[in-house]
């Protein structure tokens, strides 16, 4: 039974999924685990989901009612529902695995769901989000870094786009090529910085490389306005 699970238990599902680099194996996988997800998450004391939202709470300014927050790598929820009790209210989903969506639609959060298998599929929206946010899915062997640029081009100029990895050793190299690509971004006065969080008890750790909890990383960018709008005349 599900209630049954073990730390034990969780910890092989994770390291089962590292191994899993096919696209649609990935998707498989996530499928298959969708029904234990949350309750899994919440043994690892998986924080990203709250703290991602508690970041991108304290930074935006305008009137959250009315704005669309765009969830990449929704599954089944989490982000949305933080960002519910903070004000925000309106939530489209994204995500490659229909068992993680299925469960997303239960909890009445969003108003649409798109199924986009990220880094084969290019993402199915255009720039018409102040928010967008994107929240575990970024490690190896999970979600090609392409999507970068390409929530980048879903947000509206002066929007916000956040973002997390884990800083564990099994993770260092992708974390490396995820902050050149942010940079490169940067440089292309594509966006502004407006945080970066580190973050020392992230989750707790599962590899035998790492003992306790391992770190991640939260990262807010904001759309350039300027840049944007020299695009779309």
């Known amino acids: ?43 690892l004391d998986y924080r990203a989901p709250l703290l991602a939202a508690r970041c991108v709470s304290s930074f935006y300014k305008g009137d959250r009612e009315k704005i669309t927050v765009l969830d990449v790598a929704c599954g089944t929820g989490l982000v949305s529902a933080h960002l519910k009790k903070m004000g925000f209210q309106h939530f489209v989903g994204v995500d490659g695995s229909l068992g993680m969506l299925e469960l997303a639609k239960k909890t009445g959060l969003y108003e649409q769901f798109k199924q986009c298998l990220l880094g084969q599929d290019s993402l199915p929206v255009e720039a018409a989000y102040e928010i967008v946010i994107i929240v575990g899915a970024l490690s190896v062997g999970q979600v090609p870094l392409t999507v970068i640029r390409e929530m980048w081009e879903a947000t509206k100029p002066g929007g916000y786009v956040c973002m997390t990895t884990r800083g564990n050793a099994d993770n260092l190299e992708y974390k490396v090529e995820l902050e050149k690509m942010i940079k490169t971004l940067e440089e292309e006065d594509k966006w502004r910085r407006v945080t970066v969080v580190e973050v020392e008890e992230w989750e707790r750790a599962v590899s035998q490389q790492d003992d306790g909890y391992i770190p991640g990383t939260i990262y807010l960018y904001q759309k350039t306005v300027l840049n944007a709008l020299h695009e779309y005349i």
Do not use: C
């Open 1 to 43: 039974m599900a209630n049954s699970r073990t730390f034990s238990d969780v910890r092989n599902v994770i390291l089962s999924a590292h191994k899993n680099t096919d696209t649609q194996d990935k998707v498989g996988f996530y499928d298959t685990w969708a029904e234990n997800y949350d309750q899994d998450v919440a043994m």
